[in-house]
């Protein structure tokens, strides 16, 4: 497909072009160390949390004494290629347990959640104990969902660890994976707290369903099977394996003006046509250059929270949001996306409503780059993450 220049063209350096070409110089590894350092607390940036913009206390919603529950959900068949089942074990390799104890963050780093197949298949899906029929002697539809037991069933796992957190009152921080596992990670937030404020911050809508979708890959999915208004046939459960449990636990819908899109600019016809008859909140690439992207977050939370300021938030951020510049080792760059300040701004104001009460960062894959693409989109993951968890730079 066609893809518009990059917008960080212009920033990015010679030095930036030549490690992704050629071996590491020991010159050049002390820029990178240099510039791992920038922004993540070590040296120029003080290591403390923000205040709220009202002066109240930050993550409010999260019982004190501030625990984060780190969630490791390595999903990778939602979508065709192997390695985002590495994301969470590189964060925290990249010290993402330091950076949160150091804000101030009591740490809970649970054991990442299974999703072998043969885990995965060797138990009977839902609530209810029952199998979900067999989908796969249904050619048209199989081709419309791939691999759907076992997103379906990983996504189910997702969904009771965390409901189950946000019960007890600590943070959900939940490390893709693929984007599929917000089937599961939205299921928890809505069935917990049903009128939560949802920011999707992608360069993809996430609209499809097995009906609409040209791929069936499901990491373009967890917002269409969430969304309230869409055809009747999504309901459906039988029709879709591996997501009974989505049906049979009555969790609430998605209403349309509960969610806000940040960075679109790769929607299919279907997900346009969608966003526009439901009224969704939507804010492409084209509203960030016209407006900034500083007024673009005011409208986003102001949408959110102008009824109630006090409304719980939860942030899916897939790191392809960012440009491929930045973040390369992703599955779908599209070009033209949100600069390393833009991607940090969106995290921050999030966190300086005070609301922020789960988040999940998705579809880092280490082994669609070179080695320094894989470390520097791991770097800019942990940082964004490190933002909206309530670094403060001053």
Known sequence: RKVAPSRLQR?????????????????????????????????????????????????????SPHTCSIIGAPMTYGQPFAGTDSGPSLLREAGLRDMLSSLGWRVEDLPDLS???????????????KEAPSFFNKLEMTMKAKNAELVGRGSEKVYEIV???????????????DHSIGIGSLAGVLSVH??????WIDAHADLNTPFLSGSGNMH????????EGMSPVVDASTKIPGLD????????????????????????????HLIRSLGIQAYTMHEIDRYGIGK??????????????QRRLHLSYDIDACDPNL?????TTVRGGLTYREAHYVAESVAFTGNLASAEIVELNPTLSCSDGAKDTVELGLQIITSFMGKSII
């Open 11 to 63: 920033y990015k350096s010679p030095a930036a072009v030549i490690r992704c070409m050629s071996s590491t110089t020991d010159a050049s590894a002390d820029e990178s160390s240099s510039q791992a350092g920038r922004g993540a607390g070590l040296g120029n940036v003080k290591d403390q949390m923000m205040t709220a913009t009202d002066g109240r206390e930050m993550f409010r919603h999260t019982k």
């Open 115 to 129: 999703f072998e197949p043969e885990t995965l298949l060797s138990t009977p899906t839902g609530s209810s104990g």
């Open 163 to 177: 409901a189950s957190k946000l019960k007890e009152g600590s943070f959900p921080l939940i490390l893709g994976g």
């Open 194 to 199: 049903p009128d939560v404020g949802i920011l």
């Open 220 to 227: 373009g999915m967890p917002v269409g099977l969430h969304m």
């Open 245 to 272: 449990w989505l049906y049979s636990n009555n969790i609430p819908k998605l209403p349309a003006k509960s969610i806000v899109y940040v960075g679109l600019r790769d929607v299919d016809a279907p997900e346009r």
């Open 296 to 309: 673009v977050m005011e409208m986003a939370l102001d949408h959110l929270l102008k009824d109630n300021p």
């Open 327 to 331: 973040a390369p080792a992703t599955g």
